[in-house]
């Protein structure tokens, strides 16, 4: 089958793209909005990109109407967010937060979600999260009709102890337990080693 992508529908591209580039990583964002709101979604159009300088990437899927959700508009005013990176035992949580909640509405507190001072942003970081990631807005790409890209620098991470060597400060995903996105109709994969290959030398 050769499909070519303008010819097809804008959900008939998020299908075919979100079932075949898997697993994806889950940024489960959380944002304060100008006003002070706050406000946690998780997005799977997400990853990072570049270690010096450290960034991430999100795609920020728009509304049906073609407006920016609550997330990319906090982003884009307040210039600031927190990645925290979901482990298993948060996935309901998580899938709660995605919830079409109204603007006023603070999805922490409706999943239930303890929540902690972020040390270098104003949002804060999700308790419970094994791995948090202090972001601010690196650049933001308009790519209508459908998305925003934003680019965030990471400024500052909060890492469980349990899960980092202190010495080499590298991290144990796999004990993390964190979860990935296999497809667009809420379908979630644990992240595990199933072989470990060594990089050849020319």
């Not at 728009?62 to 482990?87: H, M, P, Q, Y």
């Not at 937060?97 to 509405?105: G, K, L, M, N």
């Not at 791995?131 to 933001?140: H, N, T």
């Amino acid at each position: 089958m050769h499909l070519t992508m303008d010819a097809l529908s804008r959900a008939e591209c998020y299908k075919l793209l979100a079932g075949t580039v898997v697993p994806r990583p889950i940024a489960w964002i959380s944002t304060r909005s100008a006003a002070g709101v706050g406000n946690v979604a998780p997005y799977s159009f997400f990853n990072m990109i570049s270690a010096a300088p450290p960034l991430v990437v999100l795609g920020a899927m728009r509304s049906a109407s073609g407006g920016l959700k609550d997330t990319a508009t906090n982003i884009l005013e307040t210039r600031e967010f927190v990645v925290n990176l979901v482990s298993e035992p948060m996935l309901e949580a998580m899938n709660l937060t995605c919830i079409d909640a109204p603007p006023e509405v603070d999805e922490a507190t409706l999943a239930g979600l303890a929540m902690l001072p972020s040390e270098l942003v104003t949002p804060p970081r999700i308790a419970g999260s094994p791995v948090s990631l202090e972001c601010r807005l690196y650049q933001a790409i308009d790519a209508p009709p459908g998305s925003t890209i934003i680019l965030g620098e990471v400024v500052a991470m909060t890492i469980d102890d349990r899960f980092v060597d202190a010495a080499t400060l590298r991290p144990d995903p796999i004990a993390m337990q964190l979860m990935g996105r296999v497809h667009g109709v809420g379908g979630y994969t644990r992240i595990q080693t199933d072989r470990t290959l060594q990089r050849p030398v020319y």
